[in-house]
């Protein structure tokens, strides 16, 4: 990590040894040196409305009346709706759009004294798993400018690594957020289904997907998550709990009383760098104190394909809102009918991977398929939720975040097969509806890769705990 966490920031305002002001000048110099390089911003607010703020955040640092983030920098995936940025899904199809208000997060964010920094890059609609689907050109990896940053939330992960934001907001439907997180050395969080609210995220596939936090160090992540979690009566799908995570008091695990569970069907196909690198991070665990034990969960070899179908079906489903009617994106040229305009619209708006996954989900739906696909899709989902719940009752359930380390640009988007590939470790845990976190587990030949642990329903302090532990261990930790 080459810059200093948020939660060490923090301190250092608070303490009076950072100035926000300089600070926030130093992370913007920053952007200014990078993004032409990286691309990772879709859009950024003026120097100066940040400037502002950091003046303003300086005057309640003094007065004793800091608040959370107050003085943090904080960027934003351009799938979450903000009232002073467009908000387009990097989709022609909202190209300039500016919704009529905010998501919930942003709201939080805001009470908590974050200064937000821009809207970041991402796939399409949240449709893929390396950043170059956007609409906007792709993101590169700040590690190495000719590797990708994962995606969907490739954004969010760059804009850490080079230190163009202190935390930021991501979304995970199939480990958009882990998986960047991975590929850029930083730390990401799926949370539980429910524990963060939903309202103002552009859907994607409504029943996987959640906001979630991502940062510089683990801590930086259980800031971020303590503000943003607990219930929201605009989203019905929220759980009715408070206290999620105490950020100030959490403190490393115990190895002693840990217990790790590695499913072989996890480690299938996995890279020999990667997987030599996370037995070599189990074997530190063991000699520290922990348990850690091979185990078996045929289903999970399902996991990948139900995974697609229910997120595609879903997809056709919640993008046919965009028929040229409400939002910006028009056809060139004037339809001469109402069909046409629904044609033209997506034919011109929508980018390839999302026109076939809207295509894939309208035929996994149709009539004779449906049984088929879509419905033994979701009970293979509670299969793979039945047995997750299980095995996380006894055990953290650990596995690489994902296969390989960070591919090159282009080496993956021209076979879908290869593409969806990436997720195979993900996808997992939004089926099962569980805390999900990746943070650094060292490199593979000069490249960042990331270690996943998986925990019970509602036990994401356990994972982060886990995750401090971790960072003392390898040495990580700098917050």
């Known amino acids: 990590m080459p810059f200093e966490s948020a939660w060490r920031l923090k301190e250092e305002m608070i303490s009076g040894d950072l100035d926000p002001v300089e600070h926030a000048a130093h992370v913007l110099e920053r952007i200014r040196r990078w993004e032409g390089s990286v691309h990772a911003y879709l859009s950024l607010r003026r120097e100066d409305e940040i400037l502002g703020d950091t003046g303003r955040a300086v005057e309640r640092l003094r007065s004793g009346k800091a608040r959370p983030l107050e003085g943090l920098l904080v960027a934003v995936k351009d799938n979450i709706m903000t009232l002073d940025l467009p908000t387009t899904a ?3 199809m909202l190209k300039g759009f500016k919704p ?16 937000i920094t821009g809207k970041t890059n991402m796939d399409e609609f949240a ?50 957020i882990r998986l960047p997180a991975s590929f850029t050395g930083t730390v990401g969080l799926k949370p539980t289904y429910g524990a963060v609210s939903r309202y103002g995220l552009i859907p994607y596939a409504n029943s996987l997907e959640q906001i979630g936090p991502m940062g510089r160090s683990v801590r930086d992540v259980a800031l ?26 959490l403190a490393p695990l115990d190895p002693h009383s840990l217990r790790i ?11 020999a760098s990667v997987a030599k690198r996370f037995d070599s991070l189990l074997g530190e665990l063991e000699e520290s104190g922990a348990v850690v034990e091979e185990v078996r969960i045929p289903v999970l070899r399902e996991a990948l394909p139900a995974y697609y179908t229910i997120a595609m079906a879903e997809a056709a489903s919640n993008l046919a809102r965009y028929d040229g009617s409400l939002y910006p994106c028009r056809p060139s040229t004037r339809p001469r009918s109402w069909e ?9 708006c929508f980018g390839s991977e999302v026109k076939r996954r809207i295509l894939m989900g309208v035929y996994v739906l149709s009539e004779g398929y449906r049984d088929q696909f879509y419905l033994a899709a979701t009970r293979i989902r509670r299969l793979i939720r039945n047995a997750m719940m299980a095995a996380t009752r006894r055990c953290i359930v650990a596995s690489p975040t994902g296969p390989v380390p960070a591919p090159r640009l282009g080496e993956r988007i021209g076979d ?8 195979v470790q993900t996808v997992t845990a939004n089926l099962a509806g569980i805390p999900s976190l990746s943070q650094p587990m060292g490199r593979v030949m000069g490249l960042p890769v990331g270690v996943q642990w998986m925990g019970p329903s509602m036990g994401e302090e356990t ?17």
């Open 90 to 92: 990097a989709s022609k």
């Open 100 to 115: 009529g208000y905010e998501a919930t997060v942003v709201e939080r964010l805001r009470a908590a004294g974050a200064i």
């Open 127 to 176: 449709m893929g798993s390396t950043t170059e689907l956007s609409a906007y050109g792709p993101t590169r990896n700040p590690v190495d400018l000719e590797r990708v940053p994962g995606g969907s939330s490739g954004g969010s992960a760059a804009v850490l690594a080079y230190g163009g934001a202190d935390l930021a907001l991501g979304s995970d439907t199939g480990g958009s």
């Open 224 to 249: 971020l998550f303590s503000v943003i979690a607990g219930w929201d009566p605009r989203d019905a799908t929220t759980l009715r709990r408070t206290g999620w995570v105490d950020p100030e008091n």
């Open 261 to 271: 569970c590695t499913p072989e069907e996890l480690l299938e196909g996995t890279d």
């Open 340 to 348: 046409e305009l629904v044609e033209r619209t997506r034919t011109e």
């Open 416 to 423: 879908p097969l290869k593409l969806y590939a990436l997720d």
């Open 463 to 479: 994972l982060l705990r886990l995750g401090l532990l971790v960072e003392e261990v390898l040495g990580y930790g700098r917050g």
